[in-house]
């Protein structure tokens, strides 16, 4: 599996908030992350609202599109946008930034 | 295990360098590593230097600890120190930021 780590920017005014929405991220939305080929799955927040994600999938365009193709995902994504700074193309799914893989020791 | 992502800052005119310094780290570093308890360890570069590390180690104390009383480490961390950028306490492994986790999906 291939490891994908991104970033975004979470407005630092809407860090509390961030917070308690990802403490209770819907079940629905939590399924459709597995079923489309998410392991592993964490964010991570600094508190100036770096936002970190780190996860396992097969095939990065593929898990992509599969949760693309999910109602809840798009419902998921409206609610999170606005808790977003600089986000391009206006949905957090799709304004990521994936980093360079530099180093691994497994 | 518990999973840690901190965060540094590599001097940009230095990526390239970096990159290649990582893609060699020398085998004792490694052992090191290893022995300390650092698991499934990633470091990922984003093109303005910020680098993000991600790791599995059952105590952070402990892991961070048993490098420390390597000479080896002591030896890797003052070669690569010269790359990052506001590197509190001069020495990347105690002036990396530890990011709070606020979802996982397993």
Do not use: K
């Not at 365009?61 to 994504?77: F, G, H, I, K, P």
């Amino acid at each position: 599996m291939r490891r994908i780590c991104f970033t975004l920017q979470v407005r630092p005014d809407r860090l509390d908030e961030y917070r308690r929405r990802h403490a209770a991220v819907w079940p629905d939305m939590l399924a459709a992350l597995r079923t489309a080929g998410w392991h592993d799955y964490s964010l991570f927040l600094r508190d100036d609202g770096l936002l970190v994600g780190y996860f396992l999938t097969e095939d990065l365009d593929a898990s992509l599109d599969a949760m693309e193709a999910t109602e809840v995902n798009a419902r998921w994504q409206a609610e999170m946008a606005p808790f977003f700074a600089d986000l391009p193309g206006g949905r957090p799914d799709r304004g990521f930034l994936v980093l360079e893989e530099v180093f691994h020791l497994s």
